[in-house]
């Protein structure tokens, strides 16, 4: 089993929609979640970081961690065009341990 | 800009060679990461230094080797070049202390053509 599980996609939205993309684990000890953006091959850039369960807000993207179903989101409110990117979750347990990713979950808005 | 800086962008050789890619990490950072990504495969963790240190080892070939130098810049050293390792590697760099343990900082990456 991976320690990381993520839907590939791809997903296909119209623009305004929500977006809801999707990550489960499956070790405990995991206590910091990011989200990354990646767009066409470039390096990750980190959009959201969450320790510990519940919410974070920042404009239009909130990350959600339930740790007891173990298991992540990222709600992308009135998606544009702009968000069309792949979004790759990641994980770990503490400092200095080694983080732990997604296969990541394609994107596109479409105008 | 994430502040990590890599090169060189580009790499085209042939199989049986080796090159060295390189990664400066932001200002502040101790910890550098690097990572392999294919076409058809996510991103992988091959090999994390801390202060010159080699902190933990993922999906490293033992033909790939790295290390990090005293000035924290860090080196990854690919040799016997094969088709298969064509592909994007990208350096992270994260402070690694406990209030931050999350933010990792990736650099733009070297994409290595092997023909």
């Known amino acids: 089993q991976k320690e990381v599980e993520q839907d590939p996609g791809p997903l296909s939205v119209p623009e305004g929609a929500i977006v809801s993309l999707n990550c489960t684990y499956s070790n405990s000890a995991f206590q910091y979640f990011m989200w990354y953006r990646q767009y066409s091959r470039k390096g990750p850039e980190l959009l959201m970081y969450?320790?510990?369960?519940g919410n974070k807000e920042d404009g239009r993207f909130t990350a959600q961690v339930d740790k007891s179903s173990k298991y992540i989101s990222l709600f992308i409110r009135d998606s544009q065009p702009s968000d069309s990117a792949t979004y790759l979750c990641a994980m770990i347990a503490g400092a200095g341990n080694q983080f732990y990713f997604g296969t990541g979950t394609s994107l596109t808005v479409i105008p | 800009d994430s502040g990590v800086t890599q090169t060189p962008k580009h790499l085209i050789t042939a199989t049986g060679q080796r090159v060295t890619l390189r990664c400066s990490p932001r200002?502040?950072?101790?910890?550098v990461y690097w990572y392999q990504q294919s076409l058809d495969q996510g991103l992988q963790f091959l090999i994390q230094y801390y202060n010159g240190e080699e902190r933990a080892k993922g999906n490293i070939l033992e033909r790939f080797s790295a290390q990090q130098f005293p000035d924290l810049h860090s080196e990854l050293n690919l040799s016997s070049l094969e088709l298969g390792d064509s592909a994007l590697y990208f350096c992270?760099?994260?402070?690694?202390?406990?209030?931050?343990?999350?933010?990792?900082?990736f650099g733009p990456g070297t994409r290595l053509t092997v023909l």
């Open positions: 200002s502040g950072d101790l910890s």
């Open positions: 992270a760099s994260s402070v690694l202390t406990s209030g931050r343990a999350g933010e990792q900082f």
């Open positions: 969450t320790y510990s369960s």
